[in-house]
């Protein structure tokens, strides 16, 4: 599973433009988004900070560790240190992991792709469920004004 657009469609250093019907006008525009996309359910342009998968930078970082570990567990291990590489490279990978699939979720709208594509029914409930629970945080204020009224008489 791939939750990964196509880069090519959309250039990363391009942001973005507010579509005429999207949801939000005013959206926050991140500088190092990894990914730029439209959200399918409200048109409102998105973008994801985080990669699922690790960057050259982070291959050099795990065979920098690894290094100091094999260094480190050499006299007791001998050359089965290597399967620290492994260990780190799955936890690593599992962390970006969910990282990425904590931005997912469109906070304009609550679709979250990555369930779409598991199980349609629980999206569509996962977007009622948060259209429900920002109805009710609209409508707390209200009912605190109406509380705070009849305080006052
Ligand atoms: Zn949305």
Redesign the pocket.
Known sequence: MSLEPNRNLIPPDQTLKSLPNS?EKRIYHFKKATTHFY?P??S?PRAIANSPRPSVKNHIQMILTTSVLVLLFYPIMEWRALVFFFIIWAGLEGFQRLLFKRDVP?P??G?DASWYKKDVREAKRRVQEFWKTRAAEKALPTANASSQEKLNN
Do not use: A, R, S
């Open positions: 949801l959200c359910l409200c409102t469109c304009h709208c679709f």
